[in-house]
Structures are given as C-alpha cells and as structure tokens.
C-alpha cells in the first residue's frame, strides 16, 4: 500500500497504475481505458501531491483476496480531503493488486 501512495506522491502514474488489477472495478462502471484516461489527468494536473496512509488494517482473506482498510489523507495545491477507504485486493502472480476500492465506512 505504501508503494502505492508513494508513486502517487511523486505523481508517477504508469508505476501507480501498476496497483491496479486488470479487472479492477472501476468507482463509476466506466471502461478501464477512460478511468485510466481520467486518473491520469487528474494526478498529473496539480502540482504537488502527497498521500499519506494511516492505520492500515488487513481484514477479511480468504485464498487471494483481501480488505484493506486505512484512513487516507491526501493534500495537492489545490485539494485537502482526508477519507477512510477500503481496498479489495487480489493476488495475482504473487503480487497483491487492487481490484475495488471504496470511500467510507
């Protein structure tokens, strides 16, 4: 997760990408090709990003998937928003990927 937020922060979007599973279910149902499209314009346009994760919980796995909750707090020069958020993970090829996320709760 840490990577994650990490290549966020730097506002390397191929490497935060690759956190990303290929059947990841994207928030609004869009097409992968249009969320990637939007994620990446949204994390190139500010000039400063930083992701910080606090409280990282593993939850429920069961064979390769896994919850992870954790309280996000995410400043750029123009947002500030502190949320928490679940990640629904999958472990492909031995790496845990995400494949949902949720805000809240």
């Known amino acids: 997760m840490r990577g994650w937020a990490q290549a966020w922060s730097k506002k390397d979007v191929d490497a935060y990408l690759v956190f990303y599973a290929r059947d990841f279910k994207t928030p609004k149902g869009e097409a992968r090709g249009a969320w990637e499209k939007s994620r990446r314009q949204r994390v190139s346009a500010p000039k400063h990003i930083e992701v910080e994760l606090e409280g990282i919980k593993v939850g429920a796995i069961s064979g390769n998937t896994a919850t992870v909750t954790f309280r996000q707090h995410y400043r750029s020069d123009s947002i500030k928003a502190d949320s928490r958020k679940t990640l629904v993970m999958v ?7 995400i494949q949902q996320e949720r805000v809240g709760n």
């Open 91 to 97: 472990r492909v090829d031995g790496k845990w990927l």
